[in-house]
């Protein structure tokens, strides 16, 4: 019996979010880290798609095009990944840009207010030391951190740049259900991200499983980075109950989150190329 032991990462961010790598450098530390297939998922952007694929191509690997979509449910945070997403499908691609002109002015009104917390920051400062980067709250918070003005990214979030702190500033989000039917029309596969950060109870996120699903969600992301004792298992037996597809990623967000590596996560993450395939023979039953 042969066994499949080529490996995958699902769930990948470049610099075209909030990720610290371009896209074409981010696929040549996946070709270092032994991957045969990639898939970028970038938080409401698909921008740095054009340049993966030609870099992807170039290196043998095989790129899955995709999206993480930023939802509120009852006042939770939820991400979606979409795989196999149209970047050019109208309404997408009409979303995705107002979730980028927002962003543009949310970081203006997030820095004026560290500024009143007494804070030395500017929007110019930030893009001097980030140049040709999306610039996100991880930027802020690692801005911070690296002058010495904050002591840990833990600390910036946690009292200033977290959902509900001071200088947060609310972003547009969509529903869960509205991420999945946006990821379908445009051709794509839905898929709930990392669901043991969803914080819901266990009969609240399987009411917005069993909604999601309804809408055409195919799978959910049970191997993950930050997954803890049993969560994995829970997760899947999860995704079983409800008849979904597994799927898996590290997160991957470079210099950002740099306890997570591309493809293993925290060391113990392995995301067979089977989860790939069951996608993949989804995507071409529909």
């Known amino acids: ?13 470049s610099s075209a979010s909030d990720g610290t790598f371009a896209p074409f450098a981010l696929l040549a530390e996946a070709k270092k880290a032994g991957l045969c297939a990639m898939a970028l998922t970038d938080h409401d952007t698909m921008d740095g798609i054009a340049e993966a694929k030609e870099a992807a191509a ?19 945070e939820i991400h979606v990944l979409g795989y196999y997403v ?24 997030m820095t004026k207010r560290l500024q009143e917390e007494g804070f030395s920051i500017t929007m110019e400062a930030l893009a ?21 003005q904050l ?5 910036v979030f946690a009292e200033y740049l977290g959902e509900g702190c001071r200088c947060y500033i609310e972003r547009p989000k969509i529903t869960p259900v509205e991420a999945v039917h946006l990821i379908r029309e445009a051709g794509g596969l839905a898929v ?19 909604d999601m699903k309804d809408a055409g969600m195919c799978g959910i992301e049970a191997v993950y ?35 997570i590596q591309l493809g293993t996560g925290k060391g113990n993450l392995h995301i067979p190329y089977a989860f790939l395939q069951s996608l993949k023979e989804q995507i071409q039953a529909d």
């Open 151 to 155: 002591p840990d990214i833990r600390t």
């Open 128 to 148: 001097e030391k980030f140049p040709d980067s999306v610039l996100t709250r991880a930027h802020i918070a690692r801005y911070l951190c690296e002058t010495g």
């Open 192 to 210: 709930l991200a990392h669901p043991v950060l969803c914080q819901l109870s266990e009969d609240e996120l399987k009411q917005m499983i069993q």
């Open 1 to 13: 019996m042969i066994t499949d032991t080529r490996i995958t990462d699902l769930h990948v961010h």
């Open 58 to 76: 170039g290196l043998g690997i095989e790129l899955v095009p995709g999206v993480e979509l930023s939802c509120d449910y009852e006042g939770r």
């Open 225 to 259: 980075s930050e997954n803890s004792g049993d969560d994995e298992m829970r997760m899947r037996a999860l995704a079983a109950s409800f008849g979904l597809l597994i799927t898996g990623g590290s997160d991957f967000h470079g210099k950002n989150k740099p306890d």
């Open 86 to 109: 149209s970047p050019e499908y109208p309404r997408l691609k009409a979303k995705l840009e107002e979730f980028r002109d927002f962003r543009t002015t949310r970081n203006e009104r």
